[in-house]
């Protein structure tokens, strides 16, 4: 155990309490301030894939052409809102710019880092028994309709072998005895072995619990109005329900981390990427593997407890209204892949807002302008993926340890 330290999170998603479980396992005494509930932001109703195997950045090679020919086709499932907002423009220009072939190498080398981290550390996170969450370790499978797409992806299959990520191709009849559940119109399947599932609410309530025990403190509908700051020291954080002190503050708030941030001058670059998905009962023939749904990018998952179809990603602010041609788009791409698509009843229809960065990379990082504040935001698809690694990094920044991984690539000065 290290001396005490009072430390406030700002942002009760799993980044929130990733950091909370590695700093109070340090001795710190931690405080989490949440607008809302715990885990009721993004890291509720996600699709609970721990995809380690996820190196190839989304801001790569052709991604731009590919999307506007899906839009053109209307097959897209991305749906950007008409908009004079510079700072969206101005993210969407940036994250073209950053689909070359260059980048996307460097991007993978510095995922593949963060991946390989947080694997190690969910290891011995999900041992303990009070983390009940439906956790399996069954790897995944990439399902494709079209054979000319199943053939390409050697390609990507190609660069996932130079990280000793290659999954294995299973020809049609191969993955419909494997996965029965699907429907046998698919062309064929790539099975990775290196990813896991969960079942996030299920997580978030369980680690909660676990947490509290240890001596977390939590303060739930207590929006974060700003900050009291001495020199550049903060001193306090004010809330809708009154001023709390510490000596460290970390602000791990998603989606919202620019509106967060701004008190402060730092203009984080990013974007609420809106996702939905409906959670139902097992169908009568359900899959036993966490499905990606290649040619409609988006995910079924299975899990002893039920069974959630997710998925869309939409730039159109910070809303979290329901749009049910979105969410019927979900029933309609489960129904191209699987024999039982859907279970019932529905017990949730959902949306989410993913902190999305333009390359793709979260923010971990001390605030250039005070001196104890660690930013921890814009995990984009992979925020359940990527909290252990993060907990720990943000947690050695607190201690003013050196991380164990390079943090560069995380850095806020890049933008
Ligand atoms: C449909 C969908 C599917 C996904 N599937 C996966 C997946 O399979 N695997 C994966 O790794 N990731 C997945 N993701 C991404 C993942 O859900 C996010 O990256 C992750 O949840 C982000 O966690 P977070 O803690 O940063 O944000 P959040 O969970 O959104 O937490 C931020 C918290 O900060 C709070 N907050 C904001 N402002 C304030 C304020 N002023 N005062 C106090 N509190 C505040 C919010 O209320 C919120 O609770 C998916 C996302 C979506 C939408």
Same mark, same amino acid.
């Given at each position: 155990?290290?001396?005490n330290?009072?430390?406030i ?7 929130g309490?990733a950091c909370?479980?590695?700093?109070i ?6 405080r ?5 509930g715990i ?5 509720h ?21 590919h ?7 209307g ?6 809102k008409p908009?004079?907002?510079?700072k969206?423009?101005?993210?969407l ?13 460097q ?7 963060i991946?390989?981290?947080s ?6 996170? *999900?041992d303990?028994? #009070?983390?009940?969450c439906? +956790?399996?370790?069954?790897g995944? !499978?990439?399902v494709?309709?079209? $054979? /000319? %797409? *199943?053939?390409?992806? #050697?390609?990507?299959?190609? +660069?996932?072998?130079t990280?000793? !990520?290659g999954?294995?191709r299973? $020809? /049609? %009849?191969q993955v419909?005895?494997?996965e029965?559940s ?6 064929g399947a ?5 990813d ?12 909660r619990k676990h ?5 977390l403190i939590i303060?739930?509908h ?20 009154g001023?709390?002190a510490?000596?460290?503050?970390i602000?791990?708030?998603?989606a ?5 941030a ?5 203009n984080?670059?990013?974007?609420p990427g809106?996702?939905?998905?409906i959670t ?7 899959p036993?593997?966490?499905?990606v749904?290649?040619?409609k990018?988006?995910v079924v998952?299975?899990w ?5 179809l ?7 602010g910070?809303?979290?209204?329901l749009?049910y ?7 309609n791409?489960?129904t191209q ?5 859907t279970?019932t009843?529905?017990?949730e229809e959902?949306?989410?807002?993913r902190?999305?960065?333009y390359?793709?990379m979260?923010i ?9 504040l660690?930013i ?5 698809m992979?925020?359940l993926t990527l909290?252990?690694g993060?907990?720990k ?9 050196t991380?164990e991984?390079?943090?560069h690539?995380?850095?806020i000065s890049?933008?």
């Amino acid at each position: 155990m290290e001396s005490n330290k009072n430390v406030i999170i700002i942002g009760g998603g799993v980044i929130g309490l990733a950091c909370a479980h590695y700093l109070i396992e340090k001795g710190a005494s931690v405080r989490i301030i949440e607008k809302d509930g715990i885990g009721d932001g993004a890291s509720h109703g996600n699709c609970g894939l721990l995809y380690f195997s996820d190196v190839i950045p989304l801001c790569s090679p052709g991604a731009v052409t590919h999307e506007i020919h899906r839009t053109l086709c209307g097959t897209s499932p991305l749906y950007i809102k008409p908009t004079l907002d510079t700072k969206r423009l101005s993210w969407l220009l940036k994250f073209a710019a950053k689909c070359r072939s260059r980048p996307m190498h460097q991007a993978a080398k510095d995922k593949y880092e963060i991946l390989a981290y947080s694997t190690d550390l969910f290891e011995q996170l *999900l041992d303990l028994e #009070t983390l009940g969450c439906d +956790f399996e370790k069954k790897g995944i !499978l990439t399902v494709f309709k079209n $054979e /000319k %797409n *199943l053939d390409k992806f #050697t390609e990507t299959n190609n +660069f996932l072998r130079t990280y000793n !990520l290659g999954y294995t191709r299973l $020809e /049609k %009849n191969q993955v419909l005895e494997m996965e029965p559940s699907l429907a046998p119109s698919i062309a064929g399947a790539w099975h990775s072995t290196f990813d896991w599932h969960l079942r996030p609410e299920l997580l978030m309530a369980s680690w909660r619990k676990h947490l509290v025990q240890k001596g977390l403190i939590i303060e739930e509908h207590s929006k974060m109005l700003d900050f009291e700051i001495s020199g550049s020291t903060i001193t306090h954080v004010n809330t809708v329900k009154g001023k709390f002190a510490a000596d460290a503050f970390i602000m791990a708030t998603g989606a919202w981390a620019p509106r967060t941030a701004k008190q402060l001058g730092l203009n984080l670059p990013v974007q609420p990427g809106k996702g939905y998905s409906i959670t139902m009962e097992r169908p009568e023939v359900c899959p036993e593997f966490p499905c990606v749904l290649y040619e409609k990018n988006m995910v079924v998952t299975p899990w002893t407890s039920g069974y959630r179809l997710g998925g869309t990603m939409e730039f159109s602010g910070y809303s979290t209204t329901l749009n049910y041609k979105r969410l019927s788009k979900l029933i309609n791409g489960a129904t191209q892949y699987m024999r039982d698509p859907t279970g019932t009843p529905v017990i949730e229809e959902w949306a989410g807002l993913r902190p999305m960065t333009y390359d793709d990379m979260p923010i971990i990082d001390q605030s250039p302008t005070q001196n104890n504040l660690v930013i921890a935001t814009g995990h984009g698809m992979l925020g359940l993926t990527l909290a252990t690694g993060t907990g720990k990094i943000v947690t050695d920044m607190v201690y003013n340890q050196t991380p164990e991984i390079n943090i560069h690539p995380f850095r806020i000065s890049r933008f």
